[in-house]
């Protein structure tokens, strides 16, 4: 195990085991058809939040699943380094993957101390290395605990929860502030199609503007000794042709030697979920970055066609809803837009000096709108991290003042270790003493 540090004159380290014990109860689901079922997936990441979840008859599960009951913590134990744990709101079916846990402490307390870096690192290390790593229940009980004197363990969950309240106040703030953006950012490629309509400009074709015939990539298996670099559809999606987004495949040079990027070319997804098929992006990097995949057909518009104008049509509200009413595929599969589609879609074409003013006032308020998401972002990561800091202040004894007059940590788990021998014969209570690094005991 991994060293422990300090914690203070009342606190003790404990094993997990000694203070928490796994509820498992594996249950036929066909008898519980109506209650909630809760999984791994259902449970949001670093923040103990229950997503959406259905019932069991609505997940369609037969495998044996353990009964849960209110109060009870559920952890799961497939890669526990992505801290999913959450405090069970009503009794229900968790997932073979999570162990239900009872514990002698504040049920809150225990939850908020899984979902700690600390706690999750310790959960790391132990973990099988195998495809799907997950911690078995030995492992789990040996895992350490910081035990607080139980008064203050409630003084504790109260302020986290003070402190969790306000930044949750803030990020649903900070989504509206992005859905807003969002808003406008379709907006700006709506009015850029749509202000010099009625103007006597003709209304055409994407395929009569077209300097040659649309042309569908290449499907090629990757493989990083290759040699032929190819775009992931990432790039077009996020609109990103960073060398993340590239990969390296075992494709015949001579097959693709007509399908290298060039600046100016747009690039329209031919399948991919309903909401994002026919999503397009102009690539403006330098020439023969990589070649396209299949799931993208290449547009070279001519000389009445900015290319920037263009991406701005295809961006717009009006062409996604085209695209995606006429995305035809089989249930179960991502639907698909052809060729004859997007040559089909109609638009308003300027004069070449009007489009100018268009890009270039699109432009100006599409770089407004990239500096103000950065600073979303930025203050989305920031409320992340001051999530993780609470937690840590909290788990060493940082974040209230102790009270002398509190029952110390010793005794309860004295106490603990009693009611449990006297319960069913369970070993008693093991404390763990903290290990002293070399830096700490060097100077």
Known sequence: MSELRDLPDSWRWAELGAVATVASNLVDPSFYPDLPHIAPNHIESQTGRLLPWTTVAGDGVTSSKHLFQP????????????????????????????????????SRFLLYWLLTKDFTQHAS??????????????????????????????????????????LDAGVAALERVRQNLKRLRAAIFEAAVTEWVGEGFPQICLGEVLREPLR??????????????????????????????????AADPRRVRDLWIQPGDLLIERSNTRELVGTAC????????????????????????????AELVLKSPRSRRYFQQKAQGISGTMPKIDQRTIENLSFTLPSLEVQAVIVEKAERELTLLDSLQMALKLATKRSSGLRSSILAAAFSGKLIPQDASDE???????????????????KSTRTLKPRISREKGSS
């Open 125 to 166: 290390l132990v973990q099988g290395r195998t495809v799907l790593p997950k911690i078995n229940r030995e492992q789990l009980d040996r895992l350490p605990a910081p035990v607080a004197p139980l008064a203050e363990q409630d003084r504790i969950v109260a302020v986290i929860e003070e402190q969790f309240s306000r």
């Open 282 to 309: 102009l690539y403006r990097g330098r020439p023969n970055l990589a070649v396209y995949p299949d799931l993208l057909i290449r547009a070279r518009v001519d000389g009445r066609v900015m290319s920037e104008y």
């Open 71 to 106: 109060g009870q913590v559920l952890y799961s134990k497939i890669r526990p380094y992505l801290a999913k744990a959450t405090l069970a709101p009503f009794k229900g079916l968790c997932s073979a993957d999570m162990y239900p846990l009872d514990t002698e402490l504040n």
């Open 408 to 426: 110390p940590a010793s005794v309860l788990l004295e106490r603990i270790a009693a009611e449990r021998v006297a319960a069913n014969g369970h």
């Open 216 to 249: 569908n990539g290449h499907s090629s298996k990757a493989d990083p000794l290759g040699s032929v670099p190819i775009l992931t559809l990432t790039a077009v999606t996020l609109g990103d042709f960073g060398s993340h987004n590239v990969k390296m495949t």
